[in-house]
């Protein structure tokens, strides 16, 4: 068998053993399941079109809500001025799962399940039909290779891309996202391409089109797309000019492209017109940072950067070098669609793209970075072993990394996509358990996970005494506690002094019992216990927890605030609760601070 081949191979295996053995959503419920989050709401055009007939008011959302739980409140569709509910989505992920819909709403209507759009069938179905998409992309994208780089560098080009960048993820797992789709209509649009110039038709033209007006209506900026069969293959100024001269000697594949492009383009403009009487509504809550991108932390934060995620990928960054040197034709095309990728990806301003395993809207690019991947993979196997050696301990590394960075995401559980700190990081690196008060560190540099040495005991208030409108007696932990809810957003600071003498103690450790018979899901929500340093009314110091990280719904617990004493001059402290703007009731009681020695 040929190494490329077996890389694909080995790829599928990857993929459709992750999706459908390790993690199939279809067989998880409420935010877990296929049909949840952001993927609900791409999904929504279906069954309020076909099952329900009610694409204006989405009248059945609550009855779905209650039912599936696919996210803690609706979020998917605001409420416009003319009454109708408007999708926040476009609808080109929509037209790519409808043929999978038809097939689970068959099976629904032939079984006993609910033909509700959501129940089992639908479920599968969806997340069958992602799986094959991915590898469909995958297959595409070895043929493309194939015409410009021989079986190794291939090989090792899809063997990374699957095995040991985020793309496992996003193909694999939450396969149902725009980013795996989009892989694939970027594969199938290079291919396309290739073959257009290869033997101009008509029909290629008209594909191209349909191929770049699907990318737009999945995603509008991916009209960006356009780039590459416009720009394909001119390696220099007399190309340009040559190109130029084609397309005005057959303007007739200008037009035939154009067509379908402006067909699908214009179904998301009828939705808007149906829907509210607009022909143009931005249905999307954020925006683009256009004058200061944030193309450092999209790349390198710890937060959600692309490289720190999937630092594979920093060899296709590399590649680019050779792609020049190897193959000048597909230089500009490729250079000229990453760098304005790269811009609208890292100029949103949301850049961490919400609960996202690495910058994820970088995904659907790997099937053309994987050009200069190859070229770099092609120089690689021309080089001494040496080379060879240090790369494929490299490629190991992130391999098992990435693996390490999926499970956490999912069945692991230690990995918190857009809230991720260096502390955080370092301290769950490639572990599968740490203590429960490492999450802390998600919120607070400052926390000690190592018994201390010794410890003073300084302050401690146990609300009893205390009968003003901030405590409670019903409900209470003991006696009264001091408490937050939807009303009541704060309680009083208490202050405390802490002894001008403090030895060898470098920490404050302040420390309660809670109880919430509710627990917030919401992080920004989540209740904070928080600790203030102060010098007279100059905040020196802020450290905080949110509670919820550890507390679970009717538990009591005792949760500790860590923060390192301050070199700084400070004559007080304060401690306190804010709930963030949740409506979630908490109850604390029987507060300590200590000083610790580490």
């Known amino acids: 068998m040929k190494l490329s081949k077996a890389a694909l191979l080995a790829a599928w295996l990857l993929v459709l053993g992750t999706g459908i053995l390790y993690y199939p959503r279809w067989e998880k419920t409420g935010t877990e399941a296929t049909l949840s989050w952001d993927v609900f709401g791409y999904y929504l055009y279906l069954p309020a079109t076909v099952i329900y007939g009610d694409l204006p008011q989405l009248g059945f959302r609550d009855k779905v809500l209650r039912k599936y739980q696919p996210t803690p409140d609706f979020q998917q569709a605001y409420q416009h001025p003319s009454g109708n509910y408007v999708i926040k989505y476009p609808a080109g992920q929509a037209v790519l799962m409808a043929p999978f819909f038809l097939a689970g709403h068959y099976i629904a209507k032939k079984t006993t399940y609910l033909n509700d759009g959501f129940s089992y069938p639908y479920q599968a179905c969806i997340g069958i039909g992602m799986l ?105 100024l007399p190309g340009l000019r040559e190109r130029i001269g084609f397309f005005r000697t057959h303007y007739r594949y200008l037009i035939a492209a154009a067509i379908p492009l402006v067909s699908i383009g214009s179904l998301q403009l009828l939705y808007w017109h149906h829907v509210t009487g607009s022909w143009l509504v931005y249905s999307y809550e954020e925006g683009f940072d256009w004058t200061s991108p944030h193309w450092w932390d999209g790349w390198f934060s710890v937060k959600s950067g692309w490289l720190i995620y999937s630092p594979a990928m920093g060899l296709a960054v590399i590649g680019f070098v050779f792609l020049y040197r190897r193959h000048r034709t597909l230089f500009p095309a490729v250079l000229l669609f990453s760098l304005v990728f790269v811009y609208l990806c890292t100029a949103w301003q949301n850049w961490w793209y919400g609960g996202s395993l690495g910058i994820r809207a970088m995904v659907q690019a790997y099937a053309v970075l994987s050009l200069p991947l190859a070229a770099f993979f092609q120089w690689l196997l021309q080089r001494p072993f040496a080379w060879r050696a240090v790369t494929g301990a490299l490629l190991l590394f992130c391999t098992v990394y990435n693996g390490w960075l999926t499970h956490q995401a999912h069945a692991g559980g230690l990995l918190r996509p857009g809230e991720m700190t260096p502390d ?175």
């Open 424 to 598: 955080y990081l370092r301290a769950i690196f490639l572990r599968n358990q740490v203590q429960p008060e490492a999450q802390f560190l998600l919120d607070n540099p400052h926390v000690l996970l190592q018994p201390p040495v010794a410890s003073t005991e300084i302050f401690r208030h146990d609300f009893d005494a205390d009968t003003t409108t901030s405590t409670t007696s019903q409900p209470a932990i003991r006696g009264r506690s001091a408490f937050v809810n939807g009303p009541q957003q704060f309680t009083p600071e208490l202050n405390f002094y802490p002894p001008a003498e403090r030895g060898r103690a470098r920490w404050l450790r302040a420390s309660a019992l809670f109880y919430a018979p509710e627990k917030e899901w919401t992080t920004w929500r989540m209740c904070q216990f928080v600790m203030k340093f102060y010098n007279g009314e100059h905040l020196v110091q802020s450290n905080m927890i949110r509670v919820f990280r550890t507390l679970e719904a009717g538990e009591t617990r005792r949760l500790h605030l860590d923060a390192r004493i301050p070199e700084d001059v400070f004559d007080r402290v304060a401690v306190f609760l804010w709930n963030a703007g949740s409506e979630r009731l908490v109850l604390m009681d029987e507060l300590k601070v200590w000083m610790l020695e580490d």
């Open 132 to 236: 094959f998409y991915a590898c469909l992309g995958l297959w595409v994208l070895r043929k493309i290779l194939l015409r410009y780089f021989d079986e190794g560098a291939t090989g090792l080009t899809l063997l990374t891309v699957a095995f040991a960048t985020n793309y496992l993820n996003y193909a694999a797992i939450d396969g149902a996202m725009t980013h795996n789709t989009l892989f694939t209509l970027y594969a199938l649009l290079v291919w396309t391409t290739i073959r257009f110039y290869e033997a101009p038709s008509l029909l290629r033209a008209v594909l191209i089109g349909a191929l770049v007006g699907l990318n737009t209506l999945t995603r509008p900026t991916e009209l960006l797309s356009v780039v590459l069969p416009l720009f394909w293959g001119i390696g220099s």
